[in-house]
């Protein structure tokens, strides 16, 4: 059972300073993906990683996969207050039918001034 | 741009009713998802389909059901609302083995 997770789970950033969410997997994926949420709003794509190795950058976001590690990070470069959401990270569980993704807990991102 | 609509952004309910959460998409994707929404659980799959009139459970499927007659239409169906099936139910749809797009949540209280 493809099991994921992330850290941390909640996260109080000041405004300028850099930091780095993990996101682990438990079976073999080559497939994996970021979204975030603002409160009480749906999920938004930030980033599609698609084989081994992919880095995706996004202004002050960045976001790399390893699958031999089975970790993805997403990286924020010098926090501003916009950011403040929960970012979740999803792994594709390659069923036959396609498509299911595997969610992990969340990590709620606050950043202040 | 793909757009994933749900029929209601707030729904109050009491014990006992049938409730239908209607979901519908706009860009002829195959893949369609229902998925709860709880603080500290994350997402959790409740149903999803991948073709008209095929469905398949997710993680938790128990007291719900779901109905797919059209390629754009995925309904989830609460037969008997209880009080823990309060939360935010978030439809999603894709294409095959690609990222999902998600609706804007329908946040149901069940009295």
């Known amino acids: 059972e493809l099991k994921v997770e992330q850290n941390p789970l909640f996260l109080s950033m000041q405004e300028g300073k850099n930091y780095t969410i993990y996101c682990n997997y438990s079976?073999?994926?080559?497939?994996l993906y970021w979204y975030r949420q603002d409160p009480g709003k749906s999920l938004e794509s930030l980033f599609v990683?698609?084989?081994?190795?992919a880095v995706k950058q996004e202004g002050r976001l960045m976001a790399s996969l390893d699958t031999k590690a089975r970790l993805s990070t997403l990286h924020i470069t010098a926090a501003v207050h916009d950011l403040s959401a929960t970012y979740f990270c999803?792994?594709?569980?390659?069923?036959?039918?396609?498509?299911?993704?595997?969610f992990g807990q969340g990590t709620e991102l606050s950043v202040k001034p | 741009d793909v757009k994933v609509t749900q029929s209601s952004r707030y729904l109050v309910k009491r014990t006992g009713e049938k409730v239908f959460l209607e979901c519908v998409q706009d860009?002829?994707?195959?893949?369609m998802f229902w998925y709860r929404q709880d603080p500290g659980l994350g997402l959790r799959l409740i149903y999803f389909?991948?073709?008209?009139?095929?469905?398949e459970k997710g993680d938790i499927p128990e007291g719900y059901s779901v109905s797919r007659e059209k390629k754009e239409r995925f309904s989830l169906i609460l037969e008997s609302a209880s009080t823990n099936q309060t939360s935010m139910y978030l439809c999603?749809?894709?294409?095959?083995?690609?990222?999902?797009?998600f609706g804007p949540g329908t946040r149901l209280t069940v009295t």
């Open positions: 990683l698609l084989s081994n190795g």
């Open positions: 860009m002829d994707h195959e893949n």
């Open positions: 079976t073999t994926s080559d497939r």
């Open positions: 999803a792994v594709d569980e390659r069923s036959n039918q396609g498509g299911k993704l595997i």
């Open positions: 389909s991948y073709d008209v009139k095929m469905k």
């Open positions: 999603a749809s894709s294409s095959y083995s690609v990222e999902q797009y």
